[in-house]
């Protein structure tokens, strides 16, 4: 599978601090990368080299093969994009922002617009003006503008932001349908991650600047395998069978960290004490919680390096 | 594809509140100037009126107040000379006979009774005289009188022509004689009696450039006695051209003709198009970065250079529609006010070189001087644009395009002058032979440094504009 986009150990300085480090990481076709990191971690500025709007200072980037340094007119021809906020001309109607688009790129279609502005659901108020409109409303026309040109990267930084819970519904299933049905590369990035763990297809961490991770969603969510919670009938003595590591719930419940080999001898001595059990449940770690865990992996890391 | 890039920049320009607002507002500027100038012109019928009915208020309080002769003898006789006035129209040939003949005899009327009293001699006879020419005013034939003037001057020349002596300063003696019965003469023909209209008053003008030439030092030393001799020669063949062409007609009393204000306008004397090119130029790139749009458009498949010159153009593009609506407006409001025949007034071009003047069409000249003056607009563009992609700031580039323009050095009569680009921006200067005011100032060092300047301010903007980070929020 051909890389749709690529970067090469990018570096990016802001006067002497350096913003960006070694970024390195790809999205291939019918992929969507979701690109995560708290803010103020780089996916902006990462997001801004990748399209060109501030320079590398050095590494490279890729898109369709094209590096955008040398060839940056190929490279942006099937590239659609959202950075920070949905920007259109408020003092034009939807319909006159896609149009203005449209005559950018070789042959779109009166059809294709039609066609696009159906699908965001702008029809009934294409033909108002952009400054009439929602924050999501403006997201919607974003998506839009975005899709204009067929592209096959997508990039979108924080496109969720003022969509409402249906509105990113759409958006999610909008995504998924564009990767799988048209290959579609997605590069979307948010500092939310229980809101891309259910489409993204892989994973890329960033903190400070550097790349933490990048693996894709079933191994990150294997990390959080392991993990019982048990209700019992009392947690009279609890403490002698516990790990450093278990925790004592509310409720008379427990939470262990076992193997999935070990859990049942660990059941099994409880009944011999005559404890009883009402319930064992596996927990499922979230995602956030398998990122947060990595970030602080870094973090314990790095005060230990110090 | 630059041309749909081109073509976006203009339909974002022209879909702009502000651009609505600046078309609005020339229709408005218009109207309002012209309007002023219509009402508080000196040909004005009704202000005329109405400021001689004020003045003869004043002049009946002043005459019981005055104090001493000479104050008497003014306000007595301005007196009689309003109330005089007051019965005909502002152009006419009587008013014309009132301000040149009645007026001094009224003045020499009250002298005589004031300081020699009312049964003297001399006040008798004034009285006479000047109750006479009240009489011929009533059936005021002005031809009679010019053509009293032209056998007084005739026997002018005959004593000059009778001496022995035909030196050279003779000759022109007479040869000034000559015109000026050639202009009175004139005035027969085409019926322009002395009554302060347009066309009376070109032929006065023309007259006094005849004298001060006639005066005049030819061999100039200074630059500036240069430009004042090249200024007078000037005025005397384009009178000349005009007499001997039949040019000089009743073109109305108007304050101005419509040819005169488009004329202004496309040779960019007028403050609203400057304004517009500063005003643009100064807007078309922060506007997108203030709003974010910027990233909307440099993500698209074409060069920073590509974006940055579609920009320059839809504004130059902008800037000439904007003169041609607002030369259109002019002529509407001008016509409005000033009567739509002033479009026919003839425009004259005088050639400093051969000395020669020539009748030229109306369009041919609005765009030739539009032409000339096009390496002002499009410097001063390109420098407030550059201003503005390095500050993002629309206001500071429109700073530095209007300083750039008001500022005159032409003044500054030393070498560096010639670098300054006001000094050498608007090639009106050099038409048809001309020369600057400022004898450093000339057509080859202003091409050069207009040419050097424009090269180097496009190249930087091109660098600062493709150097440009787009920073986070």
Request: net charge negative; charged share 25%.
């Amino acid at each position: 599978m051909e890389a749709v986009l690529e970067l090469k150990n990018v570096n990016k300085h802001f006067g002497k601090k350096q913003i960006l480090h070694d970024i390195s990481f790809s999205v291939n076709e019918g992929e969507i990368l979701g690109f995560i990191g708290p803010n103020g971690a780089g996916k902006t500025t990462t997001i801004k080299l990748i399209l060109g709007l501030q320079r590398i200072d050095s590494g490279e980037v890729f898109i369709n093969g094209k590096n955008i340094k040398t060839n940056f007119k190929e490279a942006m021809e099937r590239v659609g994009a959202i950075v920070e906020n949905p920007d259109s001309y408020m003092y034009l109607s939807g319909m006159q922002n896609l149009e203005l688009i449209a005559r950018l790129y070789k042959n779109i279609s009166k059809e294709k617009i039609n066609e696009l502005v159906e699908l965001v659901g702008l029809k009934d108020r294409i033909h108002d003006k952009v400054s009439k409109y929602s924050l999501g409303m403006r997201q919607r026309l974003g998506i839009a503008e975005a899709l204009l040109n067929s592209p096959n990267l997508l990039v979108l930084d924080e496109p969720t932001n003022g969509l409402d819970p249906e509105g990113i519904t759409e958006l999610r299933n909008l995504l998924v349908k564009l990767a799988t049905e048209n290959k579609v590369a997605i590069l979307i990035s948010s500092h939310n991650l229980a809101e891309l763990q259910s489409f993204c297809t892989n994973i890329c961490i960033i903190q400070e600047g550097k790349i933490i991770s990048t693996e894709s969603i079933n191994a990150l969510q294997h990390d959080s395998l392991g993990r019982y919670i048990i209700e019992l009938n009392h947690l009279e003595n609890i403490d002698s069978y516990l790990k450093e590591e278990d925790k004592k719930l509310e409720n008379n419940m427990i939470e262990v960290g076992r193997e999935r080999e070990e859990i049942s001898d660990f059941i099994f001595e409880l009944l011999k004490n005559n404890y009883k059990i009402y319930q064992v449940k596996e927990k499922e770690k979230t995602l956030e919680q398998a990122f947060l865990e990595r970030i602080g992996g870094e973090n314990d890391e790095k005060s230990n390096q110090k | 594809m630059m041309k749909n890039l081109i073509k976006n920049e203009l339909f974002k320009l022209s879909h702009r509140t502000e651009t609505k607002v600046l078309l609005i507002f020339a229709i408005l500027v218009t109207i309002v100037l012209n309007f002023m100038n219509y009402y508080f012109s000196e040909t004005n019928e009704n202000s005329y009126k109405k400021q001689l009915k004020s003045m003869i208020k004043f002049d009946e309080d002043m005459k019981k107040s005055a104090d001493n002769i000479e104050d008497k003898i003014y306000y007595y006789s301005d007196y009689e000379i309003n109330q005089l006035k007051l019965k005909y129209p502002l152009i006419s040939a009587e008013t014309g006979y009132i301000n040149q003949t009645i007026s001094d005899l009224a003045e020499e009327m009250y002298r005589n009774q004031f300081t020699n009293g009312i049964n003297s001699e001399s006040y008798l006879e004034v009285k006479k005289e000047y109750e006479e020419a009240l009489q011929k005013l009533e059936n005021y034939d002005w031809k009679q009188d010019i053509n009293e003037e032209i056998k007084a001057n005739q026997e002018v020349i005959d004593v000059l022509s009778d001496t022995t002596s035909t030196s050279s300063s003779t000759q022109t003696e007479i040869d000034y004689y000559q015109e000026v019965i050639r202009v009175l003469n004139y005035r027969l023909k085409n019926n322009i009696p002395q009554d302060g209209s347009n066309a009376s008053n070109t032929l006065d003008e023309y007259l006094e450039s005849l004298q001060a030439y006639k005066m005049m030092n030819k061999n100039v030393v200074t630059h500036q006695d240069k430009i004042a001799l090249m200024e007078v020669e000037k005025a005397l063949n384009i009178g000349k051209y005009e007499l001997d062409h039949d040019l000089i007609k009743d073109q109305g009393n108007s304050y101005t003709t419509i040819a005169e204000e488009l004329l202004s306008v496309a040779s960019g004397q007028g403050f609203m198009i400057m304004f517009v090119a500063i005003f643009i130029a100064s807007m078309i790139i922060p506007t997108e970065f203030e709003k974010g749009t910027i990233k909307q458009l440099l993500v698209k498949p074409y060069t920073r250079t590509e974006i940055l010159v579609s920009k320059i153009i839809a504004t130059i593009l902008y800037f000439i529609g904007y003169t041609i609506f607002f030369l259109v407006v002019n002529w509407i409001v001008v016509g409005i006010f000033a009567g739509f025949n002033t479009i026919k007034a003839p425009i004259i071009v005088y050639d400093f070189g051969s000395k020669t003047a020539t009748q030229v069409g109306l369009i041919p000249e609005l765009i030739k001087c539009f032409l000339l003056v096009l390496p002002r607009f499009l410097l001063t563009m390109f420098i407030a644009n550059l201003f503005a992609i390095g500050s993002k700031s629309t206001v500071l580039a429109m700073f530095v395009g209007l300083s750039l323009n008001m500022s005159d050095f032409t003044m500054l009569q030393k070498p560096i002058a010639k670098f300054i680009l006001s000094n050498c921006w608007d090639f009106n200067v050099f038409a048809n032979g001309g020369i600057s005011m400022n004898e450093y100032v000339t057509l080859t060092s202003s091409v050069i440094v207009v040419v050097v300047t424009t090269i180097v301010v496009l190249l930087l903007s091109n660098i600062v504009f493709k150097r440009k980070e787009i920073k986070n929020q």
